[in-house]
């Protein structure tokens, strides 16, 4: 089982900026980004299952968009008009079937993103 993200950078505040995970290794039940600010705890920003259910931190709603395609077993997080504040390391998470009707949640490595002012 694996996450690979990608997509970070540098952007000016009001900036877009695209992550993509990709998952390999067993069938997806959901998969999300969580951000990590320096010195906070890691965050929920966007969730999506397998079903195209999504969930937002409501610090997110209306500018982040959380989406998949489910034939490559890949996760978006389209993030747009970008604030200071949404400078994180962003990480993917995903939830794994593991046969049995369980599951497991594994996460990517992060992707720095920074947002100047």
């Known amino acids: 089982v694996q996450l690979q993200a990608s997509g970070g950078g540098l952007v000016q505040a009001g900036g877009s900026l695209r992550l993509s995970c990709a998952a390999s290794?067993?069938?997806?039940?959901?998969m999300g980004w969580y951000r990590q600010a320096p010195g906070m705890q890691r965050e929920l920003v966007a969730t999506?299952?397998?079903?195209?259910?999504?969930k937002y931190a409501d610090s997110v709603k209306g500018r982040f968009t959380i989406s998949s395609d489910n034939s490559k077993n890949t996760v978006y997080l389209q993030m747009s008009n970008l604030k200071p504040e949404d400078t994180a390391v962003y990480y993917c998470?995903?939830?794994?079937?593991?046969?049995?009707?369980?599951?497991?949640?594994?996460w990517g490595q992060g992707t720095l993103v920074t947002v100047s002012s």
């Open positions: 998470n995903g939830l794994f079937n593991m046969g049995w009707g369980s599951a497991r949640a594994y």
């Open positions: 999506i299952t397998s079903a195209g259910i999504t």
């Open positions: 290794g067993s069938s997806i039940r959901a």
